[in-house]
């Protein structure tokens, strides 16, 4: 045990067995990551990479930059891009086990927090493959640890290592916005309010703002599109996200797991040894009004419940062999539903509880298919055509996939492909256009239009661009330069 007078004592970290436990779960992560294929999201992170910025429409610059980093040293493909999420993965792993330590854990208890973080559905999946989630987990995790340091200890310059996870955090996602908010209104509910005073909190806040500062520059010099982003996914899926929320709070992590982070919010609240962490009990309360109020997705609170089950592995570890059991039937059936384990053919026995396995299947057949339509048009006319995508997935897939099948580059009015357009206005010729099957209206801004090919991606496997079509039309209706601004959207 170590201790400082009158400060909360831990044990040693657990070193070699938490490592092996990050060390298997990459090794797994890392003999999966090959299979399947991008998604929608990783594509659109790759061509966002390829257009460096200090922010793009719908989110800072983080993961970008991190998915060229990843694929420029490792290569340009799944595999290569997703060594950044299995680092990150396995950097989470170790956060939860040192999380566990710092709310007095001992050793048996941080290995088992490492092992069911490990094998929590939510924590796989985004370790699987690259997403703003992937490190706004291990984001919130840092905060919260520098929260629980400067709780512990009493040591107010703790407050630069919050401030600075806030800021790596903002640069990722501004979710974790959510998160300052709960940890502040569970410290002024229960304290110790202590911490709030005197320089270190202003100092940690404004190493914060200045490492988020170029993003938020880019944002109100471009009108604050985020904004317009987040409150579309609040109008658009709001009612659904808080009818999921309750259920998906029990299942994101595993239903065996629910007791743990019960009795770990419990202990908290309940446990004098730990009374100066004790506001992260309500902090968690908290986030998930903040949640609810805004419409935001219920996976948002997800950070927080890791933080309830480290602190909860404590009442477990006196019996270590009680869990070998559910923590295998667990990691069984995460693994079944967050990573590529099955078939692609039977991915849709799956699609139903975790779509993002489906849109990782396809897109090449997608390129070949658009490709054969582009061969309908009169070679003459190539040199005018436009390649036009509707969303960001079908644009990134023909961004990466089209040029080794003799496409051009693809334009598209979704998200931030909005900036990187329009065509010429020379570019007055036929334009090729993918589209979901739904969404047809597209093709009122064009002439002549006319259906000439349908995506199929082989597995029949139901994901969003299964049976997409490919329209040929004659032309513009108006030049690109005016007809741009109708073609952007953010949904």
Not at 439 to 457: K, L, P
Request: charged share 15%; net charge neutral; glycine share 10%.
């Amino acid at each position: 045990m170590t201790s400082t007078a009158g400060r909360p004592a831990v044990v040693a970290y657990a070193t070699r067995p938490v490592a092996l436990v990050a060390l298997v779960l990459a090794a797994v992560l890392t003999a999966l990551s090959g299979r399947y294929g991008f998604h929608r999201d990783e594509l659109y992170f790759l061509v966002a990479g390829d257009h460096p910025a200090w922010g793009y429409v719908d989110q800072p610059p983080l993961t970008p930059l991190v998915a060229r980093l990843s694929t420029s040293v490792f290569g340009d493909s799944p595999a290569g891009l997703r060594v950044a999420a299995t680092a990150a993965c396995a950097a989470t792993v170790f956060l939860a086990a040192a999380l566990c330590r710092e709310m007095g854990g001992s050793r048996r208890a941080q290995v088992l927090a490492a092992v069911f973080t490990g094998v929590s559905g939510f924590v796989l999946a985004v370790g699987h493959m690259v997403s703003t989630a992937t490190f706004d987990v291990l984001a919130w995790l840092g905060v919260c640890w520098f929260v629980l340091r400067l709780l512990r200890t009493g040591d107010g310059r703790w407050w630069l290592g919050v401030g600075a996870a806030v800021g790596v955090g903002l640069e990722n996602k501004y979710l974790v916005v959510l998160l300052v908010l709960a940890l502040l209104g569970g410290l002024l509910l229960t304290g110790p309010r202590r911490v709030l005073r005197g320089w270190w909190p202003v100092a940690g806040a404004v190493l914060a703002l200045a490492l988020a500062l170029p993003n938020l520059w880019w944002q109100a010099r471009n009108g604050w599109p985020q904004l317009t982003v987040a409150g579309g996914i609040s109008a658009d899926d709001g009612t659904e996200n808080r009818l999921l929320f309750v259920p998906e709070q029990l299942l994101y992590l595993s239903p065996v797991f629910v007791p743990v982070w019960i009795s770990g919010g419990l202990r908290l609240w309940r446990d004098p040894e730990l009374r100066w962490a004790r506001s992260f009990a309500p902090a968690y309360l908290i986030l998930c009004v903040l949640v609810l109020a805004s419409g935001g997705k219920p996976y948002y609170a997800l950070p927080l419940l890791v933080v309830l089950l480290a602190a909860g592995c404590e009442r477990y570890a006196a019996k270590p062999r009680d869990t070998v059991l559910p923590v295998a039937l667990t990691a069984v059936l995460t693994a079944l539903l967050s990573l590529p384990v099955l078939p692609a053919g039977a991915v849709s026995v799956v699609n139903a509880v975790n779509a993002e396995q489906g849109e990782q299947i396809g897109w090449p057949r997608l390129a070949d298919a658009t490709a054969e339509a582009w061969a309908r048009i009169p070679e003459a006319d190539r040199g005018r055509a436009v390649l036009l995508a509707q969303n960001y997935g079908e644009a990134g897939a023909l961004a990466h996939y089209g040029p080794a099948r003799g496409l051009p580059a693809p334009y598209s009015g979704h998200m931030s492909f909005y900036a990187w357009g329009p065509p010429p206005d020379s570019a007055d010729g036929p334009v090729l256009l993918v589209r979901r099957r739904d969404a047809d209206g597209i093709e009122a801004h064009f002439t002549g239009c006319r259906q000439v090919g349908t995506v199929d991606n082989g597995h029949g496997v139901d994901n969003e661009e299964q049976q997409a079509a490919i329209v040929l039309c004659d032309g513009p209706a108006a030049p690109w330069s005016t007809l741009w601004p109708s073609l952007r959207h953010f949904y």
